[in-house]
Antibody, heavy 113, light 108 residues
Framework: QVQLQESGPGLVRPSETLSLTCTVS????????WTWFRQSPEKGLEWIGY???????NYNPSLESRVTISMDTSKNQLSLKVSSVTAADTAVYYC???????WGRGTLVTVSS | EVVLRQSPDTLSLSPGERATLSCRAS???????LAWHQQKPGQAPRLLIY???YRASGIPDRFSGRGSGTDFALTISRLEPDDFAVYYC?????????FGQGTKLEIK
């Protein structure tokens, strides 16, 4: 069955760029839109944005100036970049199919010097 | 932004009992874009209900959803030990998409 796995550094320094990859296995990334969420004790579950196969994206306005979501269909991967991070970006980051019908296991990213 | 407020924050019930969880929106939500997710400690959320009342694949019929406009509910007809978790409502019809703060369903 289809599985999603997030990967990337668990620790990012303030003001730097957080970069995560989501690898989709057991199925094609094509034909769906894909979403990034995050979860923290302070903000709860938060929608970051999504990307369609066409490359069309939609971001949460609260993050739009710092977020980039992209897709590599040849690798069956999604990516997330969040620039100029602060401690408020510390969270578990999840990738998901469509609007959340299938989620990855999540990866904790801590922003700290 | 559509604010979703869930109630109660914590619900204490026993296995076999019926649970009803509420989700109220600050403005009308399209019924096609209201979902419920279950999350257990250390795990990712799992989709239970989408489109207000449609069960996701593999979800038992003990789970049902209803609602319209600004008021939505998730009902678990007969609680089993595995059902004790945190439940989130989620609207994905109006950007930015938003979640409720969660209802913790705990064993009494």
């Amino acid at each position: 069955q289809v599985q999603l796995q997030e990967s990337g550094p668990g620790l990012v320094r303030p003001s730097e760029t957080l970069s995560l990859t989501c690898t989709v296995s057991g199925g094609s990334i094509s034909g769906y839109h894909w979403t990034w969420f995050r979860q923290s004790p302070e903000k709860g579950l938060e929608w970051i944005g999504y990307i369609y196969q066409s490359g069309s994206v939609n971001y949460n306005p609260s993050l739009e100036s710092r977020v980039t979501i992209s897709m590599d269909t040849s690798k069956n991967q999604l990516s997330l970049k969040v620039s100029s991070v602060t401690a408020a970006d510390t969270a578990v980051y999840y990738c998901a199919r469509k609007d959340g019908d299938l989620w990855g296991r999540g990866t904790l990213v801590t922003v700290s010097s | 932004e559509v604010v979703l407020r869930q109630s109660p924050d914590t619900l204490s019930l026993s296995p076999g009992e019926r649970a009803t969880l509420s989700c109220r929106a600050s403005q009308s939500v399209n019924i096609n874009y209201l979902a419920w997710h279950q999350q257990k400690p250390g795990q990712a959320p799992r989709l239970l209900i989408y489109g207000t009342s449609y069960r996701a694949s593999g979800i038992p019929d003990r789970f049902s959803g209803r609602g319209s406009g600004t008021d939505f509910a998730l009902t678990i007809s007969r609680l089993e030990p595995d059902d004790f978790a945190v439940y989130y409502c989620h609207q994905y019809g109006t950007s930015p998409y938003t979640f409720g703060q969660g209802t913790k369903l705990e064993i009494k």
